[in-house]
């Protein structure tokens, strides 16, 4: 077996998970896009397993000593940044079978429960793993993730929550660094406002807790709820997926499991919203329709057919857009912010004027400059952006400023007349394997240059 197990031979040492990250050493890539002039995408494609479901999937595995088997795991610099920080901590790591989309981590052997700032800087998700650590081995490190490009995200939620299951935690130069040495112990934890990352790393550490922990006020994201299949087949004890009222009866220990990543619905999503923009008839398969049930009912108002078979969704776009009086974004099962930008692009050539509120990050507006140099007219006051639709877009060179703000400039660059040329794209690296190869298939002319 493949077995890349931890190095600690180096001051900072970071296994080599290149095979996670085909596009790691790439920085200085960019997207070179022709626009479609009219042509409009057509074909078939795949879904990805979700990146935001297997990054917590993959710190699932410190709750176990026996082995954890993610199957449909997507290639994208995130899960290899937090495929370095298990490393570092002794989970052993086997590629073997990665072409096959598979990854099985083995936690045997915790060396360190510690998080370092060098790799969790790269990404906020690597809090996850301050739960699962405090509920196996009763004590960790975690760096503080710091700011966030789209907002800032605290992780205050995260500490009061495991605070009141008796752990003792204080921040120490830059550091959180927590105990639980009698164990966790179960409680009622009310959410002021619904945070994903605050309910997954809770549930997590529930599992193991003594006694029974509720979470009222959860979040309902189908990534919950898929993290909470794969650990109740890990043998954890979960009532109220999917409700905003989650249980966890604590169970004295976990075991291995082997559990399929569900499909990423904004990867899905933001096809959809390629498709809405060019025109043309695109089927995604591998699909899970009603996790795009908001998504869906956007892009039927502004004038698309939607259709679905079983795991399959097919989109068909004749003409131009309608506008949209108002969006905003809110918690699932409602609009999702990670798929305003790549709606925004698709309004910006709407026949009409649109507004839209960012409810949920408070700098989530990025792409707006970057849209308008390609001939949009969007206007921000406050959380409100209005887009008055334009006949046209116009290529031009544009760069990415954040995950989703990448796939937003994908669209609108594929729309306009021209080469548009997109920077910084190692930001579309972290959440999207093989876009480009996918678009192309669709019919887009768009590929990769230094």
């Not at 550490?205 to 003594?210: E, R, V, W, Y």
Request: with cysteine; charged share 20%.
């Amino acid at each position: 077996m493949n077995i890349l197990a931890p190095d600690f031979s180096r001051k900072n040492p970071l296994v080599d998970f290149s095979i996670l990250n085909p596009r790691r050493g790439h920085g200085m890539e960019r997207l070179f896009i022709t626009g479609m002039a009219g042509k409009p995408l057509h074909g078939r494609v795949a879904a990805m397993g979700s990146k935001n479901a297997c990054l917590p999937e993959m710190v699932a595995a410190v709750l176990t000593a026996d082995d954890v088997t993610l199957t449909n795991v997507p290639a994208l610099a995130d899960l290899e940044t937090m495929a370095q920080m298990l490393s570092l901590m002794g989970v052993a790591i086997d590629t073997t079978d990665f072409s096959q989309k598979n990854l099985t981590l083995n936690a045997a052997n915790i060396i360190k429960p510690f998080a370092p700032y060098d790799v969790v800087r790269k990404m906020r998700a690597s809090i996850f793993v301050l739960g699962p650590l405090l509920a196996r081995m009763g004590r960790a490190s975690v760096s503080l993730p710091g700011g966030c490009a789209i907002g800032a995200r605290p992780v205050d939620l995260h500490i009061t929550g495991l605070e009141k299951m008796g752990a003792k935690i204080e921040v120490v130069d830059g550091y959180v660094v927590a105990t639980a040495k009698d164990g966790l112990q179960g409680a009622t934890i009310d959410f002021p406002f619904v945070s994903v990352g605050a309910t997954e790393n809770i549930m997590m550490a529930a599992t193991l807790a003594n006694g029974k922990t509720i979470l009222r006020n959860a979040a309902r994201e189908p990534e919950i709820i898929d993290l909470g299949n794969l650990l109740l087949a890990m043998g954890a004890n979960i009532t109220g997926l999917g409700t905003d009222c989650i249980t966890i009866d604590g169970v004295k220990k976990l075991h291995g499991a082997t559990h399929a990543v569900v499909s990423d619905r904004i990867e899905i999503g933001s096809i959809l919203c390629a498709a809405a923009s060019t025109g043309g008839q695109v089927t995604i398969d591998r699909a899970v329709p009603e996790h795009l049930s908001a998504l869906c009912d956007v892009l039927t108002a502004i004038g698309a057919g939607i259709s679905t078979t079983g795991d399959s969704i097919t989109i068909t776009m004749n003409g131009r857009a309608k506008s949209m009086e108002f969006l905003q974004t809110a918690p699932y099962p409602h609009f999702p912010t990670d798929l305003q930008a790549q709606v925004m692009a698709v309004l910006a050539t709407a026949d009409g004027t649109s507004q839209m509120e960012e409810a949920i990050f408070e700098n989530r507006y990025m792409h707006v400059p970057e849209l308008n140099r390609l001939g949009a007219k969007i206007s921000l006051k406050e959380k409100i952006a209005t887009i008055d639709g334009v006949d046209n877009l116009r290529a031009a060179p544009v760069m990415a400023t954040d995950l989703r703000a990448s796939m937003s400039l994908v669209i609108a660059g594929m729309k306009a007349v021209g080469d548009t040329i997109i920077s910084r794209i190692y930001h579309l690296d972290r959440g999207y394997d093989g876009l480009e190869k996918k678009l192309s298939h669709l019919g887009a002319t768009i590929a990769r240059k230094p």
